[in-house]
């Protein structure tokens, strides 16, 4: 059986992780510098996240978008390597015990299990910047960075250590998310939907009526390199898990690419049925929702189910984002949409297009990762909002977080005057 980033492939991974210190070889060391490449582009998808973000919202606030995003990744980091990989990969039933502050690995000098660590960090920092983007605009910095630490260092490595550790439950049952259709975007999308739900929508997103006000974002082409960005790293967040620098890494590629293909086409398509223009923002998180879909099985699918998953994913993100509006639900890019609902897509589609995989074995993963994530966000959330205060004053989301919470605007030759039009 292929290594696959699964709970047997990390168990093969870490097994050999000491013989490799050893004595190592050609392949090992080329496992070695493949995730070290594949880190690198995962790191990378943190600047699509600012881009999209920053792009898909408005003027007043993309220097805050991106502290958000800077910090993501410092904090989520350190407190990642203090605990948080031990919780998830340590030893352990309910969540892993051993191995804090790497110190196995930096005692015995294991390069290969201190470079499965660098991919990991990478993932835990995606998972809490999936949130980012369902908050923004109103929440604030400190009650953001709070939360993200929360979910990068406990949410995130105890359901991870369900599905991806040998001792997990759900790993025992053959349950299969290859590279974080569960364990990232489902978990980070829903968990992003407790957050924009405590938080309550942005002032005149929706009139007095209940009708949608559209809030456009302020740099459509920026949102567009953003989505490239994300195209380009989730090469290395889906190929880099196969955690070897081999053959296998082939299919994962082709399936990444028609996923994320037939996403934006569908996606596309759709918005031009429906009011006869291409709604390019709708297209940017078709290829998003595809991605994110295709990542469950993006090593056991078919190219052609790839292509069904993708489709799929594309019309499902152009349903669920006017659903959520109409529940009052404001999700300025659509996160929820593209990693909630596609990150539960694609672990049932696991089930339903592999005959390896049980569809009921995926069904309890996705049932379960969604209830996890409301629970420990609902819980999150409310906590921080009664101990630390977590939506910025009217005044503040009214001029903006950039001159609210920095001082400063990321377009100071631009400045626009705001009125308390949107209360109206």
């Keep these: ?92 039933s309910f969540i892993g015990t051993t191995n804090f502050l790497l110190s ?59 599905a991806w550790s040998s001792d997990g439950w759900l790993a025992a049952m053959n349950f299969h998310d290859f590279a974080g259709s569960t364990v990232i975007h489902a978990l980070g999308g829903w968990l992003a939907f407790t957050g924009a739900v405590v938080l309550g929508p942005r002032f005149g997103k929706f009139k007095k009526d209940g009708t949608v006000n559209a809030i456009p974002g302020h740099n459509i082409p920026l949102a567009v390199l953003g989505t490239f960005i994300l195209w380009f790293g989730w090469y290395g967040f889906n190929g880099g898990s196969t955690l070897t620098g081999d053959g296998s890494i082939a299919i994962v590629f082709l399936n990444t690419t028609l996923g994320g293909a037939a996403g934006t086409v569908m996606a596309m398509l759709y918005s031009a049925f429906r009011t006869k223009l291409v709604d390019l923002g709708m297209t940017l998180n078709g290829a998003l929702a595809g991605l994110v879909a295709v990542t469950a099985g993006a090593d056991a699918l078919s190219p052609g189910s790839a292509i069904i998953v993708g489709l799929f994913a594309g019309l499902f993100v152009s349903l669920a984002v006017p659903f959520f509006d109409k529940l009052k639900i404001d999700d300025p890019v659509g996160a929820v949409s593209v990693h909630g609902i596609n990150g539960v897509w694609g672990t049932l589609a696991v089930g339903l297009f592999t005959k390896e995989y049980s569809f009921l074995t995926q069904l309890i993963g996705a049932v379960s990762v969604v209830t996890y994530a409301l629970i420990t966000g609902f819980i999150l959330f409310i906590l921080i909002d009664k101990i630390a205060g977590l939506r910025v004053s009217a005044e503040d989301e009214l001029i903006g977080l950039d001159k609210a919470e920095h001082g400063y605007s990321a377009y100071p030759e631009f400045q626009s005057h705001y009125t308390s039009d949107l209360f109206k």
């Excluded at 919202?57 to 904090?75: E, H, M, P, Q, Y």
């Excluded at 949130?131 to 995130?156: D, H, Q």
């Design 1 to 92: 059986m292929k290594k696959v980033f699964s709970s047997l492939g990390v168990f093969i991974f870490l097994s050999n992780v000491a013989s490799a210190a050893q004595a190592p070889t050609t392949q090992s060391n080329l496992n070695l510098v493949w995730l070290g490449v594949a880190s690198g582009l995962v790191m990378f998808m943190q600047v699509g996240f600012i881009a999209l973000e920053s792009g898909f919202t408005r003027a007043k606030n993309s220097v805050n978008v991106a502290t958000k995003g800077i910090l993501d990744f410092a904090v989520g980091s350190l407190i990642f390597f203090m605990f948080g990989f031990a919780f998830m990969f340590g030893k352990g």
């Design 104 to 162: 196995d690995y930096i005692t015995n000098g294991d390069n290969a299990g201190i470079m499965f660590w660098v991919f990991q960090v990478m993932f835990a920092g995606a998972a809490a910047t999936i949130v980012s983007g369902a908050v923004a605009e109103r929440i604030k910095l400190t009650g953001y960075v709070i939360a993200s630490a929360v979910i990068a260092g406990f949410i995130y490595p105890i359901f991870g250590h369900w």
